[in-house]
């Protein structure tokens, strides 16, 4: 084992809080009222798709995010696929979307026929790069007839997708920017995100419509379970449309007036979520606390860095990153496999997109930072329960 | 109103059990351990996509259904998607399918890029009509390549789905034997017959591969779920790899090898799940008496029966129906205003798929039997609760 792993080894030992046990990425906590309002749901016999916790849920959302609207759904996948249609993906669009993200970022695309157009991200960040996009577009795309084209397949370009990996803000305001130039509508995958803000204002407000993801890996839990946030009503409208079979009610009949899809979050789920989202701050400031933690051990160690939250954004710092200054596969593979054959759970970045057999043929920019990113990039125990301190003590760790 | 929807409403309530508040049609029953299995949940850390209760529910699934597999998934529509891609449904291809039936049936045709082709129903058991359709595929049908082609549209006729409407089995045996001949793979939508057999055996395990929905309406609730069940392991495996986000996993790298979906039932629904399964039984005996009642009750009255289940098949009654003798458009109105204005929930089958404007193009058959059941169908409360008495005693009332 070299120096390097073994300095990073011990360092998340510490950070970690010395655990005896095996220690996940991510564990969800239920430390509040999730066990009453589950029960409600059974003894009322509301748990199913209409509820009064789904009505809460959205409502306690939209408040907590200061979107004017939130939509459940059944998961994060469910929510990106209904955010294209809403921002106006057609089949046989192009769809601009980072390498470097989860699978469904690039599912989704695919589901509303649309094919995705893979981008480059960039270190800081890790999110889409604003001057790579820039030079990319510049190269392969035109304006006309009030959209984007791509001038080499000809598709449109109907949208970018900007995702904030392991809740890191993406520089939203050079993307909008570039948006507003190209008339591409921004739609935010907001999975990772939820509880981190841009320049004060919660991620997932600033595209045109964006999705959460409540998956039981993420800060906050509904079992599986997501949203759909915009303060764009007729969007908002429009997204619990599809997302309940496009179902239009007169009296006792039924129509539907569109393809349409069950995507709705039952009540039960939704009980979870609201009383996740009743603790959520107290979950948010001790992962701050813990990522503090590791930032102060990984301070001193060459070659590695702890990714920090970017200049003029609070993190949720959902999964502490690890970044090795070596594009180095080999001292890759050793942290990963030194971390977790102590039972500290480790990972790398998702396989890039664009080197899944589904995406081969994908269109593509020159993705050489996102390449380098996934040999250097190890996600580290996140958990908030790691802090075990109470709220508030942490910060100063 | 006149003296046969007096008679009727009359019936229905005197069935019902002459109830005080209003009466919906299908209520959900948590009178087990519900609330024990989704606290264990909770209290474990277990809510999402992975969890001991999932198992469990597939290996109950299969046991009680008799199939040798069972894959949960998030809700009906999401494993008749998979269902229809398992049993080699392409984009492209015709899927024959009734037109009366839910709006799910067509659309899980849509997103696997088929097209839906409607053929007609049978007043007996309100399911596809073996004969009619024997006719309609001389007609329109040819076989080559070892497969079967409309003549008309020039596209392959991939598969036929056979829905249980209201829980009472189709004619499995002249529809399989149909098939056969015309190399067409049969599906079963069980949604709806959880509970049911057809010469013994339970549905869904007839066709190729079949769908059952846990809705809140449905005879066992998961709040939302439902489940793929095949005698055949391959295409078990496949129907969990394609709802698992089709993922392939070596040490801590992933990888997915085609676009999959997150169709996955969460543990804290599949917690549900068990503890309903463990007293359907019971569920599906009070069903039984009811319908039992309201069929004596209904049995001397000229212009209406009850839909009792098909001969050689045991129907779990999801649904109680009234069939009116007339094909009288505003006694059918006249009848469901009483009831629901008696606080009776009643309801008109589904708008027929070959009327919602998305499939307004789409190939059909003659779909007159269809049309006149659409003025003929009344669903009237059906409840488990409604017959209160103890499992057993009500068989003979
Ligand atoms: C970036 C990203 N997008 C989308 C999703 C999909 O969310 P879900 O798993 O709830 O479908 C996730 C989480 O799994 C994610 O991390
Ligand atoms: C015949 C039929 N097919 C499919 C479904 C879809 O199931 P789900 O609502 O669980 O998606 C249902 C129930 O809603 C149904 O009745």
Known sequence: ??????????????????????????????????????????????????????????????????????????????????????????????????????????????????????????????????????????????????????????????????????????????????????????????????GSYYQGRHTGGFGLVSALSFNGNKILTTGGGGAILTNDPAIADRAKHLTTTARISDGWNFTHDEIGYNYRLPNLNAALGCAQLERITDMLQRKRALAMRYKALFKDIAGVRLLEEPQGTESNYWLCTLVLEQFDHQLHTEVLSALNDAGLMARPVWTLMHRLPMFADAPRADLSCAERLAVQIINIPSSPKLFAAPAGAGGDV
Request: net charge negative; aromatic share 8%; hydrophobic share 40%.
């Open 1 to 194: 084992m070299t120096t390097l792993t073994n300095s990073i080894l011990e360092a998340v030992r510490e950070g970690a809080g010395f655990p005896e046990a095996f220690t996940p990425l991510h564990e969800p906590e239920f430390a509040g009222r999730e066990e009453d309002y589950v029960a409600d749901c059974i003894r009322t016999g509301w748990v199913s798709s209409v509820g009064s916790f789904v009505d809460r849920f959205e409502a306690d959302l939209a408040e907590f995010t200061g979107c004017s609207r939130a939509v459940a759904t059944v998961n994060g996948t469910a929510a990106l696929h209904i955010a294209l249609k809403c921002s106006g993906v057609q089949a046989g669009d192009e769809v601009l979307l980072p390498t470097l993200t989860f699978v469904a970022t690039a599912n989704a695309t695919s589901y509303a026929g649309a094919i995705p157009h893979f981008v480059d991200s960039e270190a800081t960040t890790l999110a889409v790069c604003p001057e790579a996009l820039r030079s990319h577009l510049e190269e392969c795309a035109e304006k006309r007839d009030g959209g984007c084209f791509n001038r080499k397949t000809g598709r449109r370009i109907a949208a970018l997708v900007v995702m904030h990996a392991f809740g890191h803000p993406a520089q939203l305001d050079p993307l909008l920017e570039l948006c507003r130039e190209w008339s591409i509508p921004l739609v935010e995958d907001a999975a990772e995100s939820l």
